[in-house]
């Protein structure tokens, strides 16, 4: 019963048969592999983008924070919600590969509104010198607290940063959750919308470490390569980044894996959410349930085999997260256990 992260689950068969595919004989570094074009096409196709500018990384630490520092300078300013992904647990990656661009947060939750972000644009960019400028916004979607931003919010959220002449970045860990949960295309969730440059999270997702990240207007992209390979991420063997999102994108695998994904944490849902115990503080649409209940019972799952993280103390809340191959049967057991207890 292992619900603590859809990192933590096994890769896919057909990943590691690309990867089999791919570890034949010789080929060029850097990029330059057949592989890689196969990707770069795809991806271009998959988004409706034909001039589209596509890189790999090896995670969404250095995806997130090498898109952003190819936007903005070291005296620019970030806005972001409070439980964004780049605030919470990149430990100042953004703020260090940007060389100290400023993160600053709107109010309110996870979901920001047009309002919270337009006050927060406002405490920047009026001091001159002795402030930062405005320069981009960041919105996560899934969002750290398991929602999905509706197309229309991500529009207006867009609209409104566009209005400041600031460009939008996408953080996608679970892009695909969020494609699945919406039933939209990749295109409709970004370009179409405002979305400068996206991050097409593939690690969440099956596989076994890889992140692509997509600028739509390819002039922003210009300083990306030079930030990857000066910061450490330029893979030589670059074929293995390669490969895993070419068996990512071929058949839609990556569509099929957040299916299942979301699929699992609605069976999930249905079940704990007949406990009396149990309160669910998102709405469940994606793979992440979060969930407040009395610590014993926690205590209950945890010491019964239940594998989630948990925080506070009464009632204490616990994150569940179902990755594409949490077995029914698991799923089921957790289920049977908080009806026992």
Not at 149 to 163: I, N
Not at 257 to 281: C, E, F, S, W, Y
Not at 307 to 334: H, M, N
Request: glycine fraction near 8%.
């Amino acid at each position: 019963m292992f619900f603590a992260s859809d990192n933590s689950g096994p890769v896919p068969q057909a990943i590691l048969d690309t990867l089999a595919e791919a570890n034949q004989g010789y080929t060029l570094g850097y990029g330059a592999d057949a592989m890689m074009d196969e990707v770069r096409q795809r991806l271009r196709d998959l988004f409706e983008a034909p001039d589209a500018a596509v890189y790999l990384v090896a995670t969404g630490t250095a995806a997130n924070s090498l898109a952003l520092a190819s936007l903005v300078k070291p005296f620019d300013a970030i806005f972001c919600a409070p439980v964004a992904h780049i605030e919470e647990d990149e430990c100042n990656a953004p703020e260090f590969y940007t060389g100290g661009a400023k993160l600053t947060l709107t109010k309110g939750a996870d979901r920001m509104t047009k309002a919270d972000l337009e006050a927060a644009i406002l405490t920047q960019g009026n001091r001159g010198v002795h402030g930062p400028r405005r320069a981009a916004v960041s919105i996560t979607q899934v969002t750290e607290m398991g929602n999905v931003y509706s197309l229309e919010d991500l529009r207006v959220l867009c609209e409104t940063a566009h209005a400041y002449d600031l460009p939008v970045h996408l953080d996608g860990a679970r892009f695909a959750n969020a494609i699945a949960a919406l039933d939209c295309s990749p295109a409709e969730m970004t370009w179409k919308l405002g979305v400068d440059v996206a991050v097409f999270g593939g690690t969440k997702n099956g596989l076994m470490g890889v992140e692509a990240v997509i600028f739509f207007d390819s002039d922003q992209a210009q300083e990306f390569e030079h930030r990857r390979k000066r910061g450490g991420h330029l893979f030589s063997k670059h074929r293995y980044l390669s490969a895993q999102m070419a068996g990512y994108l071929r058949d839609d695998l990556w569509l099929d894996l957040a299916r299942r994904a979301n699929a699992k944490a609605a069976r999930l849902h249905r079940g704990i959410a007949q406990n009396p115990d149990v309160r669910i503080v998102n709405d469940v649409t994606a793979n992440m349930i979060f969930f407040t209940a009395p610590r014993a019972l926690h205590d209950h799952l945890q010491s019964n085999g239940a594998v989630y993280y948990t925080s506070g103390e009464e009632p204490a809340r616990g994150r569940l997260v179902c990755d594409w191959s949490i077995a029914d049967e698991e799923i089921d057991r957790f289920i049977d256990l908080l009806k026992a207890a």
